[in-house]
Every structure is written in C-alpha cells, then in structure tokens.
C-alpha cells in the first residue's frame, strides 16, 4: 500500500496549492504509485514525490514529466506552473547555504599530475556514478544556408530518423535547449559561423525556423526558461536580442558592450522576464526583458566579464567571471555574495550545479576544471583530467554527473564529489565547442567546429 501523503493547506502559500492540484490530477488518475510514474516518463519517483509535496515550486521538467505520467496534458498546465512560480518568487525567503565539503588542499597542477587514476582519501560528500555505458544516438547536423534576404524562414523538411542537417557549411559554436521541451515552437536552438540561428525540434527530428539576426557572429543563445515563445542572441555586433520563436520577429534589442567584444547574458531561472546582461568595465546589467529598462546594477571589481550564470536554487544568485577571478553576488539585493579563490586563469564557463546548492563548476584557460563552493568562494576540488576542457555541463537529473570535452573530440563524464571520471563517450567528434543536458537530463547534446551535433542517449553515467 502507497504511504499516504501529509495534509496540505492551499491557503499556506502557492507550494502547497500548486502541489494540491498536482495530487488531484494523480488521484484522478487512479493514484499510480511514484515508480509506475517514474517508469513511465524517465524522472525519479523521488523528484516526482517531491513535486506533490508543497515544500516548493518544482522545475517545470519534474511537472511535464507529473502530468504526463498522470495523463494530463503538459500544455494546460504551463500556465498554472508559471502563475504559481511567479507567485512563489514573491513570497520566497533566502534558505541558509547548505555546507561543502572541500578537498585537502589541492591546485590544478596536482588534478593533471595525479590524472584520472589519483583516488582521494576522506569522505566523499555523494555516492559514486554507475558505470553503466549509455547507448548513444548520433545526430549529424550539416549547416545550411538560409536564403538571402530572409530574416525569419520555415522549414517544413524533415530529416531522417537520428540526422538533422543544419545551415552552413562551418563549425557548429553554440547549441541550446528548451525547458518547454515539445510545447515550445522548436525545442533546439544551434548556431554556426555568422549571424544564422536554426531552430529545430528534437522528436520527431525536423527543423522549424531559420533567424537571421544580422549579427557577425552569435557569442551567447539561450531559451528563456520561463516563457517558451523567447529565445535569447548576443553576438559581436554588442546587442542582446530577444526574438519570438513563433513569429521569428526581433521583439526587444538592448545594447552592451561597444561592437566587437563578445557580448554574454543569463536568464534568471525564477524570476520571470529578468536578465543579466554585461556593460563596460565589468558592469553587470539586470533588465527586465519587456521593456529593457535596467532594475539594477551591480558594479563588480572585474576588469571585463567574460561568463555569466544564475543559480538555479538561490533566487536571484548569480556569478560572473573574468580574467583568473570570479564574483558571486545577490541581484535581488545588489549585495555581492563572494569572491572567487585560486582562479587559475580567464573564465571561459561557469555552471551551478542544479541538484547541489552553492556548487559552481569553473573553466579556465590552461587548467582543469574546478568545483567551488560560491557561498565562500573557496576551491573544493579540480576535477582529475590531464585535458584543458573549455566547457562543462551538469546534468539536471543525475546528482554530481558533469560532461566536459576532453580537448580530443570525446566527452568525459565526471563524478563531481570525487573529481574522478566514471564514463567516455567516444563520438570522435572534432574539437568540441559546446555542450548542454536536454531538461530532463535524457540526452546530452555534443557541438563540434567539425559541424557536427551529437544527440546522446544518457544513461546512469
């Protein structure tokens, strides 16, 4: 027998009343057991309890995968997730960081020197990866050249079974996914050489749309996370641009830093319609993304922000990186939180772990990746890699996994609580340029500068 779930009051906050209606829709159902739910949509019945559980607003990930296991239907219930997040981020309160467990003492130097063999002695603050080894579906993405003129084009044409072939014969640079997944118009953003973005949905496989942004060169494209009709561009032209991904129309365009530098920006993930985007000498902008007016900003003591990032778990927390340092602040408050230690080089990407509260992976030029506890800004461990990765991402679903390049076009997958490597998924890909989890952790996407996109199956790495 199911052990019956605590009493909830709606009237104690948008939690409990949004969990209430997630139970009734289970009950509805015929009150599947947790693991029947998980079974059926690849979440982990402990994310899917959790949801129900009033404590919190859930990702929208954990509900679509909810209601899909409840046969409810994903897209009636955006709305209600996004009113009830919306309402929550009013009421929110800061919760106490949560302590981590650093290392003994130890350098970048040390994590190349021991390389991935080196096995610490002391606790390790999570439980080791499986080593299972995943099934990997290959996607090939080609780039195709829009047509002249064109600022926004459809593609009805669809690629074969595990191929999408993409705009321009060049390097893929950037890929991105949709938190809305399939209720989004096209779930998979990739960019190339030059201004192009193509817009693709990932199952079945076939590409929507075709930006033309007009830019030299695209530096940054993310989704906005809280609403699935807007994507994100920034490139060397110095301008954020937000477009509508049905329409293809440019709605907002908001100037940075003069043309020619690389532009970055961050989506908050819990405040709806705010960004963080970059001026001159290290000025971090927060706008609201309606209108472009500035809320706030935050002057940092970096010389130039080259990284830029949110944290999933702090509302309003995020970091930015520059040249071997690192700041962490509150842009709720426009109160920095911390100062980066040991920044062994320029920051070329900064991830927070989304299942593990103030944990932040680093990259820098010339040195392995690090894991930092941002509370603190203290180096808890460099990952044991001989390589010199430029990009990382953790999964969204499997605690402390992250994939980074290993500078000769394989990706390793890391246990980030011992820094030791757990599984390599060999796609001789050339050097790798970007890499991103789907939002339900069940596919890793690889872009390479060969032009090729992988899309890989993940399995408990």
């Given amino acids: 027998m199911s052990r019956t779930e605590r009493p909830l009051d709606p009237s104690s906050g948008p939690a409990a009343a949004f969990a209430l209606q997630l139970r009734e829709l289970r009950v509805a159902a015929g009150s599947p057991k947790y693991l029947q739910m998980a079974r059926r949509t690849g979440r982990s019945g402990t994310a899917l309890a959790e949801a129900a559980g009033g404590d919190h607003i859930p990702q929208w990930e954990t509900v679509e995968a909810y209601v899909r296991a409840c046969g409810g239907d994903p897209a009636e219930w955006a709305d209600r997730w996004e009113q009830a997040r919306d309402a929550a981020s009013r009421k929110a309160h800061g919760a106490p960081p949560a302590s981590v ?244 080089g320029r920051v070329t990407s900064i991830r927070f772990d989304p299942l593990t509260r103030n944990t932040l992976a680093i990259t820098t030029a010339g040195a392995p990746p690090g894991i930092w506890d941002a509370s603190n800004g203290r180096v808890v461990r460099f990952l044991r890699s001989d390589a010199r990765p430029t990009v990382t991402a953790f999964n969204p679903l499997i605690r402390n996994s992250i994939a980074t390049d290993d500078g000769h076009g394989d990706v390793q997958i890391f246990d980030a609580s011992t820094g030791l490597p757990v599984h390599t998924l060999h796609g001789r890909y050339g050097p790798i340029t970007s890499l991103e989890y789907a939002p339900d952790g069940a596919t890793l996407a690889v872009g390479a500068r060969d032009g090729v996109v992988g899309l890989n199956a993940v399995d408990d790495w």
């Fill in 101 to 344: 467990a650093p290392d003994p003492a130890v350098g970048p130097e040390d994590a190349a020197r021991d390389g991935w063999s080196h096995r610490r002695d002391g606790v390790l603050t999570g439980r080791p990866m499986l080593l299972a080894v995943a099934a990997v579906a290959l996607v090939l993405l080609g780039m195709i050249t829009p047509r002249p003129g064109a600022l926004f084009g459809r593609h009805p044409d669809t690629a074969g079974v595990g191929q999408i072939h993409v705009a321009r014969p060049a390097a893929v640079t950037l890929v991105a996914f949709s938190r809305f997944g399939r209720f989004a118009s096209g779930n998979f953003a990739v960019t190339g050489a030059g201004g192009a973005v193509e817009i693709w949905d990932t199952g079945p496989v076939a590409r929507r749309h075709t930006l033309v942004t007009g830019d030299e060169q695209i530096t940054e494209v993310q989704f906005d996370p809280l609403n699935r009709d807007i994507l994100a561009t920034a490139g060397t032209n110095g301008l954020l641009r937000l477009w509508n991904t049905t329409t293809g129309k440019s709605v907002l365009s908001i100037a940075g830093q003069a043309a020619g530098h690389s532009m970055t920006f961050a989506f908050d993930p819990r405040r709806r319609g705010i960004v963080a985007t970059i001026g001159a000498g290290g000025t971090i902008r927060i706008l609201q993304t309606e209108t472009g007016r500035i809320v706030r900003e935050l002057h940092t003591g970096l010389t130039d922000v080259t990284a830029l990032t949110f944290d999933c778990q702090n509302e309003g927390h995020l970091a930015a990186g520059g040249d071997g340092a690192l700041e962490v602040w509150n842009s709720g408050d426009g109160t920095r939180v911390s100062v980066g230690e040991k920044i062994p």
